[in-house]
């Protein structure tokens, strides 16, 4: 029988975390499934409140950050396969079942992809989200529905052999998803329907959409180095067309335009190197 350990990351989710667990522990999965929570370093009840028959409370001695909690769970799971699952009720347990039936399907990684209006949010989100996953899809070269869902399933063994590159904060999912893409796993995706979270958000917009543009740009430079570099000549050389067609009014403009962006290119060019060094050298 296949085996199953359920993690579910948590800080400061006293207000949810219960109802939870208590679907999780009531579900047919909970029969060949453990489950583990790690708290991170939470202010308030909510180790308490995880604590009961059935299920593991990891804690970490500092708040430490959403993947850095997910990867602990994962290095302590006795399953040779990961259910995540966020511990604010956000994701219904009750789509486990269906989403573990795909998965046994045979694929590497089965994404719940959560629809309605809960999920779309904001205009900024929703702008935010396009413009990752349009990169996201530039690289893995197909479509991802849902580039960040904290729903998922997958193999352990694999997620073990990529955590060197690995996203220890909010982008631990994004980057999974591209290290399995990006490898040739099978990755496939199953509409989910997501609830509003109980409790106070962690996500700080500005602050998260940066990180997760530098760690995807990481990702992609890693698995997939081509593709990144491709894009900074390409940018090279619409700057060089633009500077030629500039160059007929505006000759010094058009020099400087075509300078400083053969400029940044190279200096970028030299950070993903940089990049590429760091994560050979974690390997060795």
């Not at 070269?141 to 998922?152: A, L, V």
Request: glycine letters at 8%; one cysteine or more; proline letters at 4%.
């Amino acid at each position: 029988m296949t085996t199953y350990s359920i993690i579910l990351p948590a800080y400061n989710e006293e207000a949810a975390i219960g109802e939870v667990l208590d679907e999780l522990l009531a579900s047919p999965l909970a029969s060949r499934a453990e489950i583990i929570v790690v708290d991170d370093h939470s202010k308030d009840a909510t180790r308490e409140r995880a604590a009961r028959p059935g299920v593991t409370v990891l804690r970490n001695v500092q708040n430490f950050g959403y993947g850095y909690s997910l990867k602990r769970g994962i290095a302590a799971a006795t399953g040779d396969h990961i259910i995540i699952l966020d511990a604010d009720g956000s994701y219904p347990p009750a789509a486990l079942p269906a989403l573990v039936a795909e998965y046994e399907q045979g694929f590497d990684m089965i994404v719940g992809a959560r629809q309605g209006s809960f999920y779309r949010g904001s205009l900024a989100k929703r702008v935010g989200r396009f413009f990752f996953r349009v990169l996201s899809e530039f690289s893995a070269g197909r479509r991802i529905p849902d580039i960040n869902s904290g729903c998922r399933i997958f193999r352990k063994d694999l997620a073990l052999g990529f955590f060197p590159t690995l996203s220890s904060g909010f982008s631990f999912t994004t980057t999974i998803t591209l290290a399995f893409m990006l490898n040739a796993h099978s990755v496939g995706y199953l509409p989910i329907a997501y609830h509003p979270r109980r409790g106070v958000s962690k996500v700080r917009y500005a602050r998260d959409i940066l990180r997760s543009l530098q760690i995807i740009v990481e990702a992609i430079t890693i698995h997939n180095p081509l593709k990144i570099f491709l894009l900074l000549a390409l940018l090279v050389c619409c700057a060089g067309a633009a500077a030629i067609v500039l160059a007929f009014w505006y000759p010094f403009v058009a020099l400087l335009a075509f300078l400083t962006s053969a400029t940044i290119a190279l200096l970028l060019s030299a950070s993903l190197l940089g990049v590429l060094i760091r994560y050979a050298r974690a390997r060795v």
